[in-house]
């Protein structure tokens, strides 16, 4: 093999690790819930942007699940802004409904996703959700 071939072969195996830095993960994770005085619960969210972008709008649509796995409200949440290299702590009321009631919380929807000085852009595939809690965090 001449050097030109061995040169060739290095860079067709290094595209896929470039390409691989480009597109990390947007990590969602539902580290805790807490009871809120009077009913509710809160939760609380951890974002880690992996992604290589600022994102200046970030708005989910979240479907809550009861304890028979029943859709009790459909919830939106702003997370914005979400800094590049940076994990963030986001808390979200959930009126009317008790954490220990909390099935599933089901990401219905990405309604904004906005890169900051960029178009909109389709999060879904970038997302890595999970959850520390009995409820689960699901796509």
Known sequence: ????????VFLLAALPLTGQAETGQLQVELNKVEEIEGGGCRAFF???NQTGKSFSGFEMSLA???GQGVIDRLL???AA???VQRTTLKLFEIPEISCGNISEILLHDVTSCQPQNEEQMDCF???DLG???AAQLVK
């Open 1 to 8: 093999m001449t050097f030109k071939h061995m040169v060739a």
């Open 46 to 48: 951890l974002f880690r």
């Open 64 to 66: 809550i699940l009861d």
């Open 76 to 78: 939106s949440i702003d």
């Open 81 to 83: 802004p979400l800094p």
């Open 125 to 127: 595939p970038i997302l």
């Open 131 to 133: 959850s520390k809690t």
